[in-house]
């Protein structure tokens, strides 16, 4: 026993147990003479445990690094492209809000067109005014004018009537 135990721990001997040496070591143990309920007795050795550890580390390991790794680029790739994606965002807004500007100033230019059409019209307006008023006061003036001479003729033969009037003649 003292020989297996040495055997054991020196490094040299050291092998991964098999399945068939923990069927044998399974087998070497002592069977109870009760039936066990519920539950089985187990008995593990820890070097197998350390071995089968280590063989699915080693096994699995590389996929999971090669994994992260594959992850983590993408994870970058993800980013850059959410960064350029950022930057095309930026600009459609920049070239809708350039869209909103090219219409306010057609819109302006449409306004001041019409701005200018009503100064003109308002200048035609104001020349055709001040023409009316003018020829209004050259006509009040020539009716006033018409009413004077009208009065003044009135009077004139007013006067001629008083002088065609008879007067009697005085008796001296």
């Not at 350029?84 to 100033?105: A, I, P």
């Not at 100064?119 to 006509?139: D, F, S």
């Not at 009040?140 to 009697?168: F, G, I, M, T, Y």
Request: aromatic share 2%; with cysteine; proline share 4%.
């Amino acid at each position: 026993m003292e020989e297996e135990a040495r055997e054991d721990d020196s490094p040299q001997t050291q092998r991964e147990p098999s399945c068939n040496d923990l069927k044998q070591s399974s087998q070497d143990l002592p069977v109870p003479n009760e039936p066990v309920a519920m539950e089985e007795v187990v008995i593990i050795d820890k070097k197998a445990v350390e071995k089968l550890t280590e063989g699915l580390l080693s096994h699995y390991l590389p996929d999971l690094q090669n994994s992260k790794l594959a992850l983590q680029e993408l994870t970058q790739n993800q980013v850059v492209l959410l960064d350029t994606l950022d930057q095309e965002v930026t600009k459609f807004r920049e070239c809708n809000s350039l869209l909103d500007l090219n219409s306010l100033f057609t819109e302006a230019k449409v306004y001041h067109t019409k701005l200018v059409t009503i100064r003109k019209e308002m200048l035609m307006l104001h020349e055709k005014t001040t023409k009316l008023k003018k020829r209004a006061l050259k006509l009040q003036q020539q009716k006033q004018k018409e009413a004077l001479e009208k009065e003044q003729q009135r009077e004139r033969e007013l006067e001629r009537e008083r002088q065609l009037v008879a007067k009697p003649a005085r008796r001296t």
